[in-house]
Structures are given as C-alpha cells and as structure tokens.
C-alpha cells in the first residue's frame, strides 16, 4: 500500500476504546448487508478514531470487480447511511484501507489459499500482523465450506508461526432448526473455540434493547414488583410495515418464527425476563438469558395448537418466488410462559408480523389491577393498570403509565411518565452494527448469542414447526396488508381477558 492511500488516522484517537490492530475480511462483499450497514457501521467507528491505523478490510465475493469500482460502490453507500456525516478525509483514511479479493467459490481451497497470501500482504502493508476478523454475510449453505476452509488455512498458518487472533462472525440463520443448528455449531466448534465465535444479533446491538438491563438492574424501584406477584402479564411485539419484498425465496424457507422470533424475539424476551446477573461480563449475562430459555413451559402439540397463531397477508402468495400454495407465516403471536419461581403463572405474549399497519418494537410490562375498594366505575372513570412501555424502535424511549385525580373533579385519569432517548441525550444513538462490530474487534462477546443460547431456542421452536407442519394447528389465517394482523389474533389475546396493546397508547 502506499503512502497516498494510507493516510494517519482521520479523526482524534479514543484512547483505549480503540480497536486492535486487525485485518476484516467479508465474506458476501459484494452484497447489501456490506454496503447498506457493515461499511456505514464501519466509517462511523473510523469517523469516531475507534479503529487504529493498523485496520483494513478485504472484501472476498465471487463476482469479479475492479477495486476502484468496489470502494466507490461502497462510497456511495457510505454516504447514503452512514449515521454520521461524509467527511472526506475519514473517506479516504478508509477507502485506502479498502481491498477485494475475487474467488472462484467460497467452497474452493485454492481460492481460500490466495485469500490468505492476500490477508498476509495487506496485514503486513497496515501493520495489523496475523490478527484476523471473518464476518460470513454469505447464503447459510455456504457456511459450512467457509468454516472448513478457513479452519485449514489456519492450520497451515499456525504452522508457519501466526500469531495472532481469529475470530468468526456468523449472520443468522443459525440453522433452521434445532438438528441443522447443531451440526453447524458442531462444525464452527472443529475450527473455532467458542469465545472466538461472535453470533451476530443485531436486536442485541440497539440501544434500547441494551438498555433494558441498565433500566432493570440500574434501578431499585423494579426488582420488587418484577415478578408474577404484581405482573400480570408481558407483551413483545415487533410489528414491520414493509412486506416481504425480494426476499420471498428466503421468507418461504424461513417464515416469521425463524426470521424473527427464535432470535430477536427471544433475546429481547430472555433480557426482559432474565434474573440479576453475576456481572456484566459475556458469560455471566449469557448465562441467565439461557436460564429464561431453558425454563420456557413445553407445549405439547394440542397446547401449541391453542397458544400459538400463524397469519398470511393478502398477495404474499402472488410475490415472486412464492410456492402459490404456500402456508409460510408471515405473522406469528405465541403465549409463552417462564416456568420458574420469578414467573410461573404468567403469560407472555410474542406478536411479530409484516405488512402491518405500524413499524414498532416494543416491550410491555403490565402489572395487575389495585384492589377494587377504594375506587369505582361510578364514581371515578375505571382504573387502569399500571404499565411500562419500553420502546426499542422508533422514537426509543420508555413510558410508564399511572393513575392520577383529574383537578377539580373525582374522576381519575390514566397519565404518563415517559423517557425519549432524543430529547434526553440528543444524538442518535449508535447503529446496532458499529456497536457489534466494534465489540467482535475488541473482543467482548457479550451482544453475541452463545451456542447453548442459540440451541436451546430451537429446541423451543422446534415442537412449534412439527405441530405446524403436521396439521396440527390451524393454517395461517389471511389479513390485509396495512392492518393490525389476521382477526383471529385478537380473539387468541382477548380470550384471556387480555388485549393487544396498541402502541399509541
Ligand atoms: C432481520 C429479518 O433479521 O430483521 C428481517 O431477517 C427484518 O426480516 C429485520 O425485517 C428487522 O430489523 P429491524 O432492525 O429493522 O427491526
């Protein structure tokens, strides 16, 4: 590399928050996930001085492409979403740090061979040495001849006397179900120890999903009405209005348990749900998010048939590359129940769904009504419940909702306390991508879903698949694009005195 392309870093050091010296590879680099998030994640973490002089990426893709056109391409994405301004100087401090690598296929050995000559030349050029980040954006069928390939070329490697780290980024699906999950973490586990596997979720890499631990453990007031004492149920719902677009071919062989639930869903619901960890330390919280999913209620399959609901919107089966018979959910709502001392009892509701009428993401706690002595219908307006809003997006904040006497008169009124992260701190909160990029280069796997973590959550949805598949619950039922979901959701909610929370509320 020369002089011209690499210039000092662009902006001020950030002192011991920056990240070692490293060579990125991405596999997939010629992809979206690479222009519209890995490489704005990327600019934004140079713009702020995380990554040192000694960086660079190498993108590896099938396509053949000249450089230039590559980091121009990625340019251009760059200044479409990055979150922080195009500066042209950190463009360039980075652009030079930028390289691709053409290979006839991510299963072919010699071309995994010249990667590595590649990684060496480029490694020594920036001073980044032997250490070495993979992220794996690629189709999950290749996942398997990457890790192979990569765990051989390590060998060699080891033997000529490298030195420094590797680690592996893996995009979800993490399998498809408990069976492929396993043989693929089994693999992964041949080449790479688990501490140097980071399970990109990127639901774990928002800010306010993080935040649920800070508002839980952070604060005294939760902890004694934080159970099924006082709670009397939790909601999760991630509502999306985009339908499916160009990725029918994916959604038929996924549907919204496995693009959404197994993963997302159920990290949100096991941080929610979670006792007090040891620490904050990778293992000690990954350890109690197990423990949620560990005590999930077994269903057998005439209790799935009853507590869990699938939903097709209308013209998903006339998309392109959709089966026309297809039985693929494109909205799913689960009641599920955390069989230990904390929970026991109480119902928590999963509602995931595209097409909807509202993109929102949010948590609702609701506790259980007061006595009714003191108050009533007549006198006062009826009573709410207590409620806490924890919104993950947009507008990310949270909102708890209380009782208070309207002045001058008896009637009492539901009022709200709310937090809004904008208005609080100002900025924009950081893109889950530069956080977890920046904490696989660092090394922290905490944001990042451990194998047990992964297994244990297919072994909750497997059961659901199989009822699925073998008839035993009702088919998807049909709802209009644009709505709150199929009608039937609302009868499966209010059968227990319960209802959908509308997030406007
Ligand atoms: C992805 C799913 O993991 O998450 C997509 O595959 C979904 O189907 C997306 O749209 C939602 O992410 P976000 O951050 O927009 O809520």
Known sequence: MSESTVSSSASAHNGSRQSPPCVLTIFGATGDLTRRKLLPALYDLAAQGLLPDEFAIVGFGRRPQDEGAFRQNLGEGIKEFARLPFDEEKWKWLEGRIFYQQGEGYGDAEAHRKLEERLVEVGKSVGAGDNRLYYLSIPPEEFAPVIENLGEVRKVARKAGAKGWRRVIVEKPFGTDLKSAQKLNALIARYFPEDEVFRIDHYLGKETVQNILTLRFGNILWEPIWNNHFVDHIQIVVSEKVDVGKRAGYYETSGALRDMVVNHMFQVMSLVCMEPPTSLGADDVRDEK???????????????????????????KQAEGVAPDSHVETYVALKLEVDNWRWSGIPIYLRHGKNLEERVSEVVIRWKDVPNVLYNEEQNAPLKSNMLVMRIQPNDGFALRMNAKVPGSNEIRDVRMSFDY?????????????????????????????????????????????????????????YKPGSWGPKEADDFINRDKRRWHKPVE
């Open 290 to 316: 197990l423990k949620v999913l560990r005590a999930i209620k077994p269903m057998n399959p005439e209790q799935i048939a009853e507590n869990t609901l699938r939903g097709q919107y209308e013209g998903y």
């Open 422 to 478: 904008a208005e609080t701190f100002g900025s924009e909160p950081p893109e889950a991508y530069e956080r977890l990029l920046h904490d696989a280069l660092i090394g922290d796997s905490t944001l990042f879903t451990r194998r047990d973590e992964s297994e244990t959550a297919w072994g909750i949805v497997d059961p659901i698949l199989n009822a699925w598949k073998d008839g035993h619950a009702a088919a998807p039922f049909e």
